[in-house]
């Protein structure tokens, strides 16, 4: 199976800060790479799909970039709704892995 | 609008059985693979299983391989998972959520609570 890891597991961070998550495969995954958003009690969000297509209705403040086995997630300029857990989820190969989360809290 | 809810969780003990039905309206259910992730609570995602749009192709997770069985009624517009020997490490929330085509999930059901105990 491909392992995925997250970095970090959990940041603090200010409204109007730049936010960037980093995400490792263990092998090559070319551009099958998501990212979701997760709040408590809900179902997560898909932010970005294949690396960096942004899922619409998502504000340009998310973007996503890297191919083959390091990704990032940037939030240029946090918003309140933003603090929320993030996976990353790669899509190559099933099983379907994902991250094990990045909780980004208010600072 | 897309929608898509979940039924069927319990309570059950070790070794029971539960089947897990997800609903789906606002789109063409037969024109789209499906799949199940569950979340233990207070941990992360994990990808369970998933099956095509006409449900002849299915893929499993190991750790569910052989106890449970994912299928749909596309005239039903329904996904299911049907559970067997549960043990508590099945203890979750689980979601179905639709492939969009594009290898990623856009639309997730709220989630239904499995909770396997004596």
């Known amino acids: 199976d491909i392992q995925m890891t997250q970095s970090p597991s959990s940041l603090s961070a200010s409204v109007g800060d730049r936010v960037t998550i980093t995400c490792r495969a263990s092998q090559s995954i070319t551009k099958y790479l998501n990212w979701y958003q997760q709040k408590p009690g809900k179902a997560p969000k898909l932010l970005i799909y294949g690396a960096f297509s942004l899922q619409s209705g998502v504000p340009s403040r998310f973007s996503g970039s890297g191919s083959g086995t390091d990704f990032t997630l940037t939030i240029s300029s946090l918003r309140p709704e933003d603090f929320a857990t993030y996976y990353c989820?790669?899509?190559?190969?099933?099983?379907?892995?994902f991250g094990q989360g990045t909780k980004v809290e208010i600072k | 609008e897309v929608q898509l809810v979940e039924s069927g969780g319990g309570l059950v003990q070790p070794g029971g059985s539960l089947r897990l039905s997800c609903a789906g309206s606002?789109?063409?259910?037969?024109?789209?693979?499906m799949h199940w992730v569950r979340q233990a609570p207070g941990k992360g995602l994990v990808w369970v299983s998933r099956i095509n749009s006409d449900g002849y192709s299915t893929s499993y997770a190991d750790s569910v391989k052989g106890r449970f069985t994912i299928s749909r009624d596309n005239a039903k517009n329904t996904l299911y998972l049907q559970m067997n020997s549960l043990r508590a490490e099945d203890t979750a929330v689980y979601y179905c959520a639709r492939d969009t085509g594009y290898n990623t999930c856009d639309y997730w059901g709220q989630g239904t609570l499995v909770t396997v105990s004596s």
């Open positions: 606002g789109f063409t259910f037969s024109s789209y693979w």
């Open positions: 989820q790669q899509s190559y190969s099933t099983p379907w892995t």
